[in-house]
C-alpha cells in the first residue's frame, strides 16, 4: 500500500518487459515467457495494490 510497494511494482513489470524484449531479440522463448510471467505478475500486484487504496478511501469515506 505504500509508495515502497508500488515502486517495487513498477520495477518489476519494467523487468519483465525488458526480458521479455531480450529473449525475443535473442530468440530464446523460455526468457521471454518468463519475462512475460514476471511482468503480469507485477501488474497483478500492482492491481492489489489499487485496490487496497480504493478500499482506504471507501473507509475513510464512511468514517467521516
Known sequence: M???DKAKNK???LAGAARKRL???AGNERMRG???AQQSDARA???GEHLK???GD???AFTR
Request: proline content about 0%; hydrophobic content about 35%; charged content about 25%.
Open 58 to 60: 471507501v473507509k475513510d
Open 11 to 13: 520495477a518489476g513489470q
Open 53 to 55: 487504496d480504493a478500499g
Open 45 to 47: 500486484r500492482q492491481a
Open 2 to 4: 505504500g509508495f515502497t
Open 23 to 25: 529473449g525475443g531479440a
Open 34 to 36: 518468463e519475462g512475460a
